[in-house]
């Protein structure tokens, strides 16, 4: 670890690695008064076979990952958003992100999504968008998944 790096233990399981050197905003995001907003994240995929697939995920893009509000990565995580979405919209969407989440995105992807993406609705009476993602074996650039909703 350099001078310019902090790191920080959460919990046994989640460790973060703080980069301290200063860049300027070339996103679109602003953050808010007394927050800050995530533009960016690296994750490092463990795959089935055992190596490691590294894949940024650019919320400052148009990716279709804008105004995301909760990202999924367990069995756990989803059963808590199933069941928000149940109380919230509806049984019928519940079960499509449970769906989206124990299914191939398509047959013949090599395994079922890593995490899901869900955002924000434009409106207080839409359902949020959720994305099953990162269960294809590539992720072609600029092309936005469809949402699960």
């Known amino acids: 670890m350099t001078a310019l790096q902090k790191q920080r233990r959460v919990s046994k399981d989640i460790n973060l ?3 301290l050197r200063e860049k300027d905003n070339l996103t679109q995001l602003t953050a808010q008064e007394d927050r800050a907003v995530i533009a960016q994240l690296k994750a490092n995929l463990v795959l089935p076979n055992n190596k490691v ?3 940024g995920i650019d919320f400052d893009s148009t ?3 804008h105004d995301n ?3 999924v990565m367990d069995d756990f995580g989803v059963e808590l958003i199933a069941t928000a979405f149940e109380v919230k919209y509806g049984k019928e969407h519940a079960d499509n992100v449970r769906r989206a989440w124990n299914n191939k995105q ?5 395994r079922k ?3 899901l993406l869900v955002q924000k609705p434009g409106q207080d009476d839409q359902v949020p968008n959720v994305y099953a993602v990162c ?4 992720h072609p650039p600029k092309e936005a998944p469809a949402s699960i909703s």
């Open 17 to 19: 690695v703080y980069d």
């Open 53 to 55: 697939l590294t894949v």
């Open 63 to 65: 990716s279709g990952y």
């Open 69 to 71: 509000a909760i990202m």
């Open 106 to 110: 398509t047959e013949n992807s090599p």
């Open 113 to 115: 999504p890593s995490y």
């Open 135 to 138: 269960g294809e074996e590539r």
